[in-house]
């Protein structure tokens, strides 16, 4: 796969057992998330499986679901076609006294479409004469929008660029229960500005800048002004130093195998 990848979870199946109503899909990325390895988008009930193909006239638009309802939305949208992309991580819960592990939302009641932005508005239109084709979807799902810009007078839905996507989803497709989402006041840079690339271990590909939260060294990527997203620790001898250059040379190359895999 490639670029933004065609995502709504990863898990190994011996977890499957654990979370048959998970709403997710299979599949098995071998023992860490490889660059272009990416996960399926695939409705829950109807086992309906949309597949990523880059798309000029896209674009990764972020989602706000009402409370709790972030994979009814995503199951509508891949329902109805679209690519969505809902970051999960584990999370260690207490139930009648036994500990056990959750997938739950690592940024609560937000999820991405890759999707044109015409289509999307109708399908969110709440306005009289104009009613959404899935009022269902509009009633629960509404746009997060750009609040540093402006357009005739109102702020556009917030668009995530596809070199930041991709690394967010590389952050985030292991379901790691150490990656955190936080918003600025608790990052602090260790390299303001040098971007870098993890050469081993879970988070392998996986490219930000370095930052220290709770006192340990992670990688973290700024999401817009939604906040940052950090993996779990990563010593110093993981990470390599790359050039702007260099990570627009990676994409392209994603971009490239992915076509060939289609194409094959």
Not at 78 to 91: D, K, L, P, S, T
Not at 171 to 179: V, W
């Amino acid at each position: 796969m490639s670029l933004p990848g065609k995502v709504l979870a990863v898990i190994r199946e011996s977890d499957m057992d654990a979370l048959s109503n998970a709403r997710i899909t299979v599949e098995n990325s071998g023992n860490g998330p490889a660059p272009i390895a990416f996960p399926k988008a695939a409705h829950s009930q109807t086992g309906v499986s949309v597949e990523y193909a880059f798309d000029p006239s896209k674009r990764w638009l972020v989602l706000r679901a009402s409370y709790g309802r972030t994979l009814k939305v995503a199951d509508m949208l891949i329902g109805a076609g679209h690519y969505v992309y809902v970051a999960r991580r584990y999370e260690w819960m207490v139930t009648n006294g036994h500990r056990h592990r959750e997938l739950r939302d690592l940024i609560p009641n937000i999820l991405f479409a890759y999707i044109g932005l015409g289509e999307a508005r109708t399908l969110l239109s709440r306005r009289d004469g104009h009613p959404s084709p899935l009022p269902a979807l509009a009633s629960i799902a509404t746009f997060y929008y750009n609040h540093f810009e402006t357009e005739e007078g109102r702020n556009p839905p917030l668009v995530i660029p596809d070199r930041m996507m991709h690394s967010f989803i590389g952050m985030t497709k292991s379901f790691d229960e150490n990656t955190v989402f936080v918003n600025d006041g608790n990052i602090v840079h260790v390299q303001a500005g040098d971007l870098v690339r993890v050469r081993e271990g879970r988070f392998k590909g996986c490219m930000g800048q370095v930052v220290r939260i709770a006192g340990q060294q992670r990688v973290g990527l700024q999401l817009a002004d939604i906040g940052w997203v950090a993996t779990s620790y990563i010593p110093r001898a993981f990470l390599e130093t790359v050039s702007k250059e260099v990570f627009s040379e990676h994409l392209e190359s994603l971009r490239t195998a992915n076509d060939t895999a289609r194409a094959s």
